[in-house]
T-cell receptor, first 116, second 111 residues
Framework: GAVVSQHPSRVICKSGTSVKIECRSL??????MFWYRQFPKKSLMLMAT?????????EQGVEKDKFLINHASLTLSTLTVTSAHPEDSSFYIC????????????FGPGTRLTVL | QKEVEQNSGPLSVPEGAIASLNCTYS??????FFWYRQYSGKSPELIMSIYSNGDKEDGRFTAQLNKASQYVSLLIRDSQPSDSATYLCAGGGTGGFKTIFGAGTRLFVKA
Protein backbone atom coordinates (compact mmCIF):
# COMPACT_ATOMS: atom_id res chain seq x y z
CA GLY A 1 0.00 0.00 0.00
CA ALA A 2 0.81 3.73 0.08
CA VAL A 3 1.90 4.02 -3.52
CA VAL A 4 2.44 7.41 -5.11
CA SER A 5 2.90 7.80 -8.84
CA GLN A 6 4.29 10.71 -10.83
CA HIS A 7 3.99 11.49 -14.48
CA PRO A 8 5.98 12.08 -16.55
CA SER A 9 9.15 10.52 -15.21
CA ARG A 10 11.30 12.55 -17.54
CA VAL A 11 10.61 15.60 -19.66
CA ILE A 12 12.71 17.76 -21.93
CA CYS A 13 11.28 21.07 -23.04
CA LYS A 14 12.30 24.28 -24.69
CA SER A 15 12.89 27.44 -22.73
CA GLY A 16 9.71 29.47 -22.35
CA THR A 17 7.29 26.57 -22.43
CA SER A 18 5.21 25.28 -19.53
CA VAL A 19 5.41 21.80 -18.12
CA LYS A 20 2.80 20.03 -16.00
CA ILE A 21 3.73 17.25 -13.59
CA GLU A 22 1.08 15.02 -12.05
CA CYS A 23 1.26 13.34 -8.67
CA ARG A 24 -1.26 10.68 -7.72
CA SER A 25 -1.83 8.65 -4.59
CA LEU A 26 -2.92 5.28 -5.95
CA UNK A 27 -4.26 3.42 -2.95
CA UNK A 28 -5.00 6.05 -0.34
CA UNK A 29 -6.50 9.47 -0.03
CA UNK A 30 -3.97 12.21 0.48
CA UNK A 31 -5.30 15.32 2.13
CA UNK A 32 -1.82 16.81 1.92
CA MET A 33 0.76 16.52 -0.79
CA PHE A 34 4.20 18.07 -0.92
CA TRP A 35 6.40 19.19 -3.79
CA TYR A 36 10.17 19.07 -3.55
CA ARG A 37 13.01 19.78 -5.89
CA GLN A 38 16.45 18.33 -5.66
CA PHE A 39 19.63 19.32 -7.45
CA PRO A 40 22.37 16.72 -8.03
CA LYS A 41 24.03 15.62 -4.81
CA LYS A 42 22.01 18.14 -2.83
CA SER A 43 19.33 17.69 -0.21
CA LEU A 44 15.59 17.82 -0.74
CA MET A 45 14.17 21.31 -0.87
CA LEU A 46 10.51 21.68 0.01
CA MET A 47 8.80 23.95 -2.48
CA ALA A 48 5.20 23.91 -1.32
CA THR A 49 2.56 22.11 0.68
CA UNK A 50 -0.64 21.33 -1.14
CA UNK A 51 -3.92 20.70 0.64
CA UNK A 52 -6.93 19.35 -1.19
CA UNK A 53 -9.39 22.06 -2.10
CA UNK A 54 -7.30 24.98 -0.91
CA UNK A 55 -4.42 27.10 -2.07
CA UNK A 56 -0.93 25.74 -1.75
CA UNK A 57 1.45 27.09 0.86
CA UNK A 58 4.75 28.02 -0.71
CA GLU A 59 8.10 28.05 1.03
CA GLN A 60 10.05 31.26 1.21
CA GLY A 61 11.79 32.07 -2.03
CA VAL A 62 9.56 29.88 -4.21
CA GLU A 63 7.65 31.88 -6.81
CA LYS A 64 4.01 30.85 -6.67
CA ASP A 65 3.28 32.36 -10.10
CA LYS A 66 6.05 30.31 -11.64
CA PHE A 67 5.29 27.04 -9.89
CA LEU A 68 1.52 26.61 -10.05
CA ILE A 69 0.11 23.93 -7.80
CA ASN A 70 -3.38 22.53 -7.97
CA HIS A 71 -4.73 19.88 -5.61
CA ALA A 72 -8.11 19.23 -7.13
CA SER A 73 -8.89 15.91 -5.49
CA LEU A 74 -7.77 13.68 -2.65
CA THR A 75 -5.64 11.66 -5.05
CA LEU A 76 -4.22 14.20 -7.47
CA SER A 77 -1.96 17.20 -7.25
CA THR A 78 -0.30 18.92 -10.19
CA LEU A 79 2.73 21.16 -10.44
CA THR A 80 3.03 23.38 -13.49
CA VAL A 81 6.36 25.01 -14.18
CA THR A 82 5.46 28.06 -16.22
CA SER A 83 7.79 29.75 -18.71
CA ALA A 84 10.52 27.28 -17.88
CA HIS A 85 14.15 28.31 -18.04
CA PRO A 86 17.32 26.22 -17.96
CA GLU A 87 17.81 27.03 -14.27
CA ASP A 88 14.50 25.24 -13.57
CA SER A 89 16.10 22.00 -14.69
CA SER A 90 15.98 19.75 -11.66
CA PHE A 91 14.53 16.60 -10.14
CA TYR A 92 11.00 17.31 -8.92
CA ILE A 93 9.55 14.91 -6.38
CA CYS A 94 6.10 14.84 -4.86
CA UNK A 95 5.06 13.12 -1.68
CA UNK A 96 1.74 12.41 -0.08
CA UNK A 97 0.76 12.08 3.53
CA UNK A 98 -1.47 9.13 4.18
CA UNK A 99 -3.81 10.63 6.69
CA UNK A 100 -4.76 13.66 8.67
CA UNK A 101 -3.22 12.38 11.88
CA UNK A 102 0.03 10.95 10.65
CA UNK A 103 3.19 12.52 9.33
CA UNK A 104 4.32 9.61 7.21
CA UNK A 105 5.14 10.82 3.71
CA UNK A 106 5.35 8.51 0.74
CA PHE A 107 7.31 9.77 -2.21
CA GLY A 108 6.57 9.50 -5.88
CA PRO A 109 9.34 8.32 -8.20
CA GLY A 110 10.19 11.86 -9.28
CA THR A 111 10.26 13.79 -12.53
CA ARG A 112 13.50 14.84 -14.12
CA LEU A 113 12.99 18.12 -15.96
CA THR A 114 15.51 19.37 -18.48
CA VAL A 115 14.94 22.79 -20.00
CA LEU A 116 16.95 23.50 -23.12
CA GLN B 1 14.33 27.39 13.20
CA LYS B 2 13.46 23.72 13.45
CA GLU B 3 16.35 21.59 12.25
CA VAL B 4 17.34 18.00 11.72
CA GLU B 5 21.08 17.47 11.63
CA GLN B 6 22.95 14.60 10.05
CA ASN B 7 26.58 13.98 9.31
CA SER B 8 26.86 14.17 5.53
CA GLY B 9 29.46 11.40 5.44
CA PRO B 10 30.41 9.51 3.51
CA LEU B 11 30.26 6.68 6.00
CA SER B 12 32.15 3.69 4.70
CA VAL B 13 31.72 0.22 6.18
CA PRO B 14 32.80 -3.23 4.99
CA GLU B 15 30.25 -5.73 3.82
CA GLY B 16 28.74 -7.62 6.73
CA ALA B 17 29.45 -4.91 9.29
CA ILE B 18 26.97 -2.80 11.21
CA ALA B 19 26.36 0.66 9.80
CA SER B 20 25.33 3.27 12.36
CA LEU B 21 23.62 6.43 11.15
CA ASN B 22 22.84 9.24 13.53
CA CYS B 23 20.55 12.23 13.59
CA THR B 24 19.70 14.99 16.05
CA TYR B 25 16.71 17.29 16.01
CA SER B 26 16.03 20.65 17.54
CA UNK B 27 12.26 20.66 17.97
CA UNK B 28 11.26 19.04 21.25
CA UNK B 29 7.68 19.03 19.98
CA UNK B 30 8.52 16.50 17.29
CA UNK B 31 6.65 13.28 17.87
CA UNK B 32 7.33 11.17 14.81
CA PHE B 33 10.59 10.26 13.16
CA PHE B 34 11.41 8.60 9.90
CA TRP B 35 14.31 7.12 8.03
CA TYR B 36 14.31 7.18 4.25
CA ARG B 37 16.76 5.64 1.83
CA GLN B 38 17.54 7.42 -1.43
CA TYR B 39 19.54 5.82 -4.19
CA SER B 40 21.32 8.12 -6.60
CA GLY B 41 18.89 9.50 -9.15
CA LYS B 42 15.87 8.05 -7.37
CA SER B 43 13.32 9.39 -4.92
CA PRO B 44 13.36 8.65 -1.18
CA GLU B 45 11.91 5.38 0.02
CA LEU B 46 10.54 4.97 3.54
CA ILE B 47 12.50 2.46 5.61
CA MET B 48 11.15 2.94 9.11
CA SER B 49 9.11 5.19 11.31
CA ILE B 50 9.47 5.47 15.08
CA TYR B 51 7.33 7.31 17.58
CA SER B 52 8.32 6.03 21.03
CA ASN B 53 11.54 6.02 22.98
CA GLY B 54 13.58 2.87 22.55
CA ASP B 55 14.34 0.53 19.72
CA LYS B 56 12.25 -0.62 16.80
CA GLU B 57 13.48 -3.47 14.67
CA ASP B 58 12.51 -4.45 11.15
CA GLY B 59 14.66 -7.09 9.54
CA ARG B 60 18.24 -5.84 9.35
CA PHE B 61 17.21 -2.34 10.36
CA THR B 62 16.86 -1.00 13.90
CA ALA B 63 15.74 2.53 14.61
CA GLN B 64 16.50 4.03 18.00
CA LEU B 65 14.85 7.09 19.52
CA ASN B 66 15.90 9.04 22.58
CA LYS B 67 13.61 12.02 23.04
CA ALA B 68 15.45 13.30 26.10
CA SER B 69 18.64 13.60 24.06
CA GLN B 70 16.74 14.54 20.86
CA TYR B 71 18.58 11.81 19.07
CA VAL B 72 17.53 9.27 16.44
CA SER B 73 19.68 6.56 14.94
CA LEU B 74 19.46 3.81 12.38
CA LEU B 75 21.49 0.63 12.60
CA ILE B 76 21.89 -1.58 9.57
CA ARG B 77 23.12 -5.05 10.42
CA ASP B 78 24.96 -7.28 7.96
CA SER B 79 25.45 -4.34 5.61
CA GLN B 80 25.33 -5.18 1.92
CA PRO B 81 26.68 -3.25 -1.07
CA SER B 82 23.06 -2.72 -2.07
CA ASP B 83 22.61 -0.66 1.10
CA SER B 84 24.91 1.98 -0.37
CA ALA B 85 22.71 5.06 -0.61
CA THR B 86 21.92 8.33 1.09
CA TYR B 87 19.87 7.96 4.25
CA LEU B 88 17.54 10.80 5.20
CA CYS B 89 16.36 11.36 8.73
CA ALA B 90 13.11 13.27 9.20
CA GLY B 91 11.15 14.52 12.17
CA GLY B 92 7.62 15.83 12.45
CA GLY B 93 4.66 16.35 14.67
CA THR B 94 1.22 14.92 14.20
CA GLY B 95 -1.77 16.93 13.12
CA GLY B 96 -0.25 18.87 10.27
CA PHE B 97 3.11 19.98 11.55
CA LYS B 98 5.71 20.19 8.83
CA THR B 99 8.09 17.27 8.54
CA ILE B 100 11.69 18.45 8.58
CA PHE B 101 14.26 16.46 6.62
CA GLY B 102 17.94 16.25 7.30
CA ALA B 103 20.40 16.69 4.46
CA GLY B 104 21.21 12.98 4.50
CA THR B 105 24.18 10.74 5.22
CA ARG B 106 25.87 8.95 2.35
CA LEU B 107 26.66 5.33 3.14
CA PHE B 108 29.11 3.19 1.18
CA VAL B 109 29.27 -0.52 1.84
CA LYS B 110 32.47 -1.99 0.45
CA ALA B 111 32.34 -5.50 -0.97
Amino acid sequence: GAVVSQHPSRVICKSGTSVKIECRSLDFQATTMFWYRQFPKKSLMLMATSNEGSKATYEQGVEKDKFLINHASLTLSTLTVTSAHPEDSSFYICSARDGQYTDTQYFGPGTRLTVL
Amino acid sequence: QKEVEQNSGPLSVPEGAIASLNCTYSDRGSQSFFWYRQYSGKSPELIMSIYSNGDKEDGRFTAQLNKASQYVSLLIRDSQPSDSATYLCAGGGTGGFKTIFGAGTRLFVKA
